[in-house]
């Protein structure tokens, strides 16, 4: 191979085989460093300055964060309104994407048809089109209105009302719960069935199987669901930048419309910077929380636990 290398690529690839593989992983690694790791320590560094793209960045050293913590109300705001956020839809999404993958488990007919439908809108869902479409459907004359109005209900502000903003903005998250879905499916069916029929002799009923078998066997699964639901929640921008646009009086404004529109509408990148670290800082100390916790409930193939 060495040899073949030597022939064809020249010096570089054929000068020492021991640099192969880190020949093939260079463009990744480029990337890496160009798209990842440059702007992350870039950022870091801009969050202690005045920096308006415009100008050369000026170092202020911790006013950016001081004025995060002591006088800005507005981050009040965005972080109270990211953590119902993230606090509600996660666990809904979740809860939701195991109980139709535990349906969709089932040997029923068509269900491969069933399945596809459901993970549609995990393929939608993010898109802006969708969003587009969410905010017509939720419209005063829109269609879960007309709904409504069939039972005798008065239609309902769904994006004028703070408190229906937020949860309207928590269902068009909920309803991307495709991708959860199919992971949960997949650690379902790589359940030993003889668990299943072994339990059934002993007389156990569906729910002592799911919470005694089933449950404890998919947690490494669940565990993997809860972090990647997690970020992804603190990271949604296009639902509420696109259907509320943060609105109304701030209620669905998540802190990444917050940076986005302190770098690109008011130029204060390092402002923005300091925000973006302050999110950074509380996914990863949520995440340490998590894989602390995990040691407790999350139960791996070869475990001796009771």
């Given at each position: 191979?060495?040899?073949?290398c030597?022939?064809?690529?020249?010096?570089l690839m054929?000068?020492?085989?021991k640099?192969?593989?880190?020949?093939?992983?260079?463009?990744y690694?480029i990337?890496?460093?160009?798209?990842?790791?440059?702007?992350?320590?870039a950022?870091?560094?801009?969050?202690?300055?005045?920096?308006?793209?415009?100008?050369?960045p000026k170092?202020v050293?911790l006013?950016?964060y001081?004025?995060l913590?002591?006088?800005?109300?507005?981050?009040?705001k965005?972080?109270?309104?990211?953590?119902?956020y993230?606090?509600?839809?996660?666990?809904?999404?979740?809860?939701?994407?195991?109980?139709i993958?535990?349906?969709?488990?089932?040997?029923?007919?068509?269900?491969?048809?069933?399945?596809?439908?459901?993970?549609?809108?995990s393929?939608?869902g993010?898109s802006?089109?969708?969003?587009?479409?969410?905010?017509?459907?939720?419209?005063?004359?829109?269609?879960v209105?007309?709904?409504?109005?069939?039972?005798?209900v008065e239609?309902?502000?769904?994006?004028?009302?703070?408190?229906?903003?937020?949860?309207?903005?928590?269902?068009l998250?909920?309803?991307?719960?495709?991708?959860a879905?199919?992971?949960?499916?997949?650690?379902?069916?790589?359940?030993?069935k003889?668990?299943y029929?072994?339990?059934?002799?002993d007389?156990?009923?569906?729910?002592?199987?799911?919470?005694?078998?089933?449950?404890?066997?998919?947690?490494?699964v669940?565990?993997?669901?809860?972090i990647?639901?997690?970020?992804?929640?603190?990271q949604?921008?296009?639902?509420p930048y696109?259907?509320?646009?943060?609105?109304?009086?701030?209620?669905?404004y998540?802190l990444?419309?917050?940076?986005?529109?302190?770098?690109?509408?008011?130029?204060?990148?390092?402002?923005?910077?300091?925000?973006?670290?302050?999110?950074?800082?509380?996914?990863?100390?949520?995440t340490?929380?998590?894989?602390?916790?995990?040691?407790?409930?999350?139960?791996?193939?070869?475990?001796?636990?009771?």
């Amino acid at each position: 191979m060495a040899a073949r290398c030597t022939g064809a690529g020249g010096g570089l690839m054929g000068g020492d085989s021991k640099f192969l593989g880190l020949w093939y992983i260079s463009p990744y690694l480029i990337g890496l460093l160009m798209f990842t790791a440059f702007p992350f320590a870039a950022s870091l560094y801009l969050s202690f300055t005045d920096y308006d793209l415009f100008s050369a960045p000026k170092w202020v050293g911790l006013d950016n964060y001081k004025k995060l913590f002591t006088r800005d109300r507005t981050f009040d705001k965005s972080l109270k309104v990211t953590l119902i956020y993230v606090f509600t839809t996660v666990p809904l999404k979740l809860t939701f994407a195991l109980f139709i993958a535990v349906v969709l488990n089932y040997r029923l007919r068509g269900i491969n048809l069933f399945r596809t439908a459901y993970y549609v809108p995990s393929i939608l869902g993010g898109s802006i089109a969708i969003a587009v479409l969410w905010r017509y459907i939720f419209a005063e004359a829109g269609l879960v209105n007309m709904l409504l109005g069939l039972f005798g209900v008065e239609p309902v502000n769904w994006f004028g009302d703070p408190e229906n903003a937020l949860f309207t903005i928590t269902l068009l998250r909920c309803w991307q719960f495709g991708s959860a879905m199919v992971i949960f499916l997949a650690a379902l069916q790589s359940v030993d069935k003889t668990l299943y029929e072994a339990a059934a002799i002993d007389g156990a009923g569906p729910w002592a199987i799911f919470r005694n078998i089933t449950l404890p066997l998919i947690t490494p699964v669940i565990f993997f669901n809860l972090i990647m639901q997690t970020v992804q929640a603190f990271q949604e921008f296009n639902g509420p930048y696109i259907i509320t646009q943060g609105g109304p009086l701030k209620s669905t404004y998540l802190l990444p419309l917050y940076i986005y529109d302190e770098a690109f509408k008011s130029f204060d990148m390092g402002y923005a910077s300091a925000i973006a670290w302050v999110l950074f800082t509380i996914i990863m100390v949520l995440t340490l929380v998590a894989f602390w916790s995990s040691k407790k409930w999350v139960y791996y193939a070869g475990d001796r636990r009771n």
